[in-house]
């Protein structure tokens, strides 16, 4: 049964908070995520009148830490599942004749 956000102490719901609003970066050419864009939380803790910011950022890292590891899982659980069907894409030949 999951857990109620109501049941976390208020630095970690505000971290679940805060964090929702904090972009992701993405690597272009791999589709990869590398993590949350960490500039913009001095906004966020002044916009929402954060007390205990060190508190609330590390509980932020655990967080984004943990969907790091689960999202290069489901990277490599991918990859592998497509070298099994025959390789990284479709190759294409074409018969000309001329």
Same mark, same amino acid.
């Given at each position: 049964m999951p857990l109620e956000i109501s049941v976390f102490p208020e630095e970690v719901q505000m971290a679940f908070?805060?964090?929702?609003? %904090?972009?992701? +970066?993405?690597?272009?050419?791999?589709?990869t995520y590398m993590g949350? *864009?960490?500039t913009e939380t001095t906004q966020l803790f002044d916009l929402y009148e954060?007390?205990?910011?060190?508190e609330v950022l590390y509980f932020?890292?655990?967080?984004?830490?943990? %969907?790091?590891? +689960?999202?290069?899982?489901?990277?490599?659980?991918?990859?592998?599942? *497509?070298?099994?069907?025959?390789?990284e894409g479709t190759t294409y030949t074409?018969?000309?004749q001329g």
């Open positions: 908070f805060i964090s929702d609003f %904090v972009s992701e +970066k993405w690597d272009g050419m791999s589709g949350k *864009n960490w954060v007390e205990d910011r060190k932020m890292k655990v967080y984004d830490s943990l %969907v790091q590891r +689960k999202r290069m899982a489901d990277q490599k659980r991918k990859e592998s599942r *497509n070298k099994q069907k025959g390789g074409h018969n000309i």
